[in-house]
Structure formats: structure tokens, C-alpha cells
């Protein structure tokens, strides 16, 4: 691997910055294309390059985390709950990468996407139409909040935002998937924790990304201890790409807060088809 120079660094640290915006906003670590970009054209053995994806994924978390917390974007009984499940699953990720045919893995995620994207493009959709209604004066009663339920300020919409939590048990299990891709590939696993939030638990997209910033930065933080026993993290990456990780976290957060939460959503879909596609593209 060639040094970095200073107009690479400086292209790390854009890059970092984008990566930071995208996981702030949406939920998701940025190592889909983190990944690639340093297995393909820095050409960093893949190992190596799953470890600094995860690093850049605690940065991200503990830049945006306690201001999710602080704002009540962050569910954190929930949170709790599923990130139990997703450390463990994270943890074995990270143990089992080696041994794992990892083209078969990446082809079998990327599949189960496909329809993930067009259910969740959907879903943003009639969340679209339905903060039209409200707009008119045709908005529906509160929802009672319920035991993982909460509620959130939405300044897009001016109004205070309850939701009910459903099938909490199912999520738990799908949440050790999660974490099994996030040490396994460095993904981040929010690529499908806020599916799942969504789309099983019913929750508002801004609560699932605010949500799956904080159980990313738990499990990454996890399998990453592992990566660093295994002295596969390369220190000299991961400093430049958190650098920007940092400042477009915060980016991110303002960027959170203002946008309408239907196109957020269906923004989503295009990220999580845009990732299939590329998953499928890269599998060997």
C-alpha cells in the first residue's frame, strides 16, 4: 500500500466528510462505499479495510449520539433492547470473517435489499402524502406512545411527532444480523436496522436513523476491539477519514433535523438500492 501523500489525505478526509454526512442523516455507517474505495483503489486488503470502517463508525456515533439523545430523536429503550442482540451479532461477525467466503455473503445481502429499497421508497411515499394531509388540517390523533414508544419535535413539520413501537421481539433477532454484517463486512449493520425500525416496528425514519447512529457505535466499537487484537487497523487511514467523519457529522445533524422525514425515507431506498447494486457488482 503506497503513502498516502498530502492530496490523498486530503481526498481521505473529503471522503471521511461525506461518509460522516451520510451516517449522521440516514442511520448508516458509509462502509459500503468506504470499503470498496480502499480495498479497490488504495489497495488496502480487505481485513484492513473492514477495520478502519468500523472505527470511522464509532467516530460518527459519538459525534451525533448524545445530541440525538439531548434533541429525543434516540430511542434509547429500544436501543437497549436491540443492541443486545447486535453486539453479539457483531462480535461473531468479526470472529468468523476469515472464514467465511465473503462473495456469497455479499450477494445474499444485497438480494435481500432489492425489495427493502422498494418497500421502503413506498412507505416514504404515503409519508409524504400523509404530512400533506396534516398540512390541510387532516393530520391524525396522537399515537399512544406505549412501552419502546416516544415522541420527538419535528421542526419540518412544526409539531410534536409520537410513535408506537410493534414486533420488538422479531427486530431483536433481525438486530443480530445486523451486527453480524457490520463485523463481517464493516457496514455499519444500519443498512438494515433502519429498515427495521421502519418498516417491522413502525417508527418515523428521523427516530430509526437517530436510533441506529447509537447502536452502530456500540457495535462496531465491539468487533473493532477485535480487529485491533488482531493489529488490523491501519492508524494512519482511519486519523484522516475520522477527521472527516467528525465535521460532516455535525453537518449531518443540522441536515437531520430540517429535512421532511417522507423524503428522507425515500432517499433511503435510493441509498439501500444504490448499495445492492454495488454489493452485487463487487461480489466474488
Known sequence: MADLGLFGAGLLTAFG???????????????????????????????????????SIVATSSAVASVNVERGLANMRLGVVLEMTTALGSIAGALVSSALPGGV??????????????????RGARQRKGAGRAATGSARAPVPPGRFGGSFYDPSLHADVSYAVRRVAPASALSFVAGSLSGLLGLGGGIIQVPVMTLLCGMPMKAAAATSNFLMGVSAAASALIYLRQG???WHLAAVIVAGVLLGSFVGIRLLHKTESGRLQMAFSALVLLAALKMLGGAR
Open 17 to 55: 466528510f461525506f461518509v460522516g454526512v451520510l451516517g449522521s442523516v440516514m442511520g448508516v455507517g458509509g462502509g459500503i462505499f468506504l470499503v470498496p474505495l480502499l480495498v479497490l483503489h488504495l489497495g488496502v486488503p480487505i481485513h484492513q479495510a473492514v477495520a478502519v470502517s468500523l472505527v
Open 105 to 122: 455473503v455479499q450477494r445474499l445481502f444485497a438480494l435481500l435489499l432489492l425489495p427493502v429499497s422498494a418497500m421502503m421508497f413506498v
Open 232 to 234: 488490523l487497523i491501519v
